[in-house]
């Protein structure tokens, strides 16, 4: 009877032990199968996460781009009548001290004859490393009595300061004119 009683109670237990280990077996599974779905949200939303920041970066860039080409245009763009108001219209794409820096290297009377200076090609470099320091390949043509006189390439460096999420062109310092073919 001993013998029966442990017989009967070791197959208890191995069928305990089994069972335990068949229940142990479906736990891991199904927790496996949730950590494999978790790692799978978590690359997902690494992807959105990533694709915000390009989203992002590409908006903050385009504004940069805008205020410098607009900044350039508004200066570098001229005639007998806005020879002097462009720099008015300077005020929300450049600094007051850029503004005034700019002022200082022009005539403060407008021309006698009929001038017009025109950007006609303008290329923007972004910096490797400084995302506020830009590289602008340019070209204008300067005419004088409806005859263009000059077509000059020239390089500047255009240096853009933020002030709530907001970009203005703190510094222009021309590099000189660019050889052409």
């Known amino acids: 009877m001993k013998k029966l009683l442990l017989m009967v109670t070791g197959s208890v237990t191995v069928l305990i032990l089994i069972v335990s280990l068949f ?18 949200e978590l690359k997902t939303m690494d992807q959105l996460i990533k694709q915000d920041t390009k989203f992002i970066d590409t908006v903050a860039n385009q504004k940069k781009l805008t205020v410098i080409e607009e900044g350039l245009r508004t200066y570098l763009d001229y005639d007998n009548d806005t020879y002097l108001t462009r720099f008015d219209h300077l005020k ?3 600094t007051d001290e850029t503004i005034q820096r700019l002022k200082e290297l022009s005539s403060t009377d407008p021309p006698f004859l009929d001038v017009k200076n025109q950007l006609t090609e ?5 910096h490797p490393t400084d995302q506020l320091i830009f590289l602008v390949q340019l070209t204008t043509e300067y005419s ?10 020239q390089l500047y460096q255009v240096t853009l300061i933020e002030t709530d999420g907001e970009y203005k062109i703190s510094q222009l310092t021309n590099l000189g004119l660019t050889a052409t073919n």
């Open 23 to 40: 229940s142990l077996n479906q736990t891991n599974q199904t927790l496996e199968s949730k950590l494999s779905k978790a790692e799978e």
């Open 92 to 94: 929300n794409k450049a």
């Open 122 to 126: 303008l290329i923007i470099y972004l």
């Open 144 to 153: 004088l009595d409806h005859e263009v006189v000059s077509t000059l390439p």
